[in-house]
């Protein structure tokens, strides 16, 4: 198995440990977008109590990525992600975050071939 394949079976697990059920093939490709980071320890976390990385998801994924601008529905989206990983949840999967918000809003296309 490749680098990936073994992330991308970490990474199904850890949603798993969650409760969610994951499109495969929609996840696969986000964590694909995600390159280099997704096997960096500190670049693959979403630090949610970090307010700096939050408006960089805000800002580069979702703004930029997703072409969502409507501020209320995105403050509004993240934390519902946070709080399905939970807030005291210290391994918040960067690929984990960013399906859910593809998901939230919909914007599964984004990935589409």
Do not use: H
Not at 30 to 55: C, I, T
Not at 67 to 94: H, L, P
Request: hydrophobic share 40%.
């Amino acid at each position: 198995m490749s680098a990936f394949d073994d992330k991308l079976d970490f990474l199904l697990g850890e949603a798993t440990k969650l409760g969610l059920n994951v499109n495969v093939g929609l996840f696969t490709k986000v964590a694909k977008g995600l390159g280099p980071s997704l096997y960096s320890d500190d670049a693959a976390l979403v630090s949610s109590s970090d307010p700096e990385e939050l408006n960089r998801v805000k800002t580069s994924f979702l703004n930029g990525k997703l072409g969502i601008t409507d501020e209320q529905a995105i403050d509004d989206a993240m934390a519902e992600v946070i709080a399905q990983f939970g807030s005291s949840n210290r391994n918040k999967y960067r690929a984990i975050f960013y399906y859910l918000l593809v998901e939230k809003f919909g914007k599964a296309s984004v990935y589409s071939d």
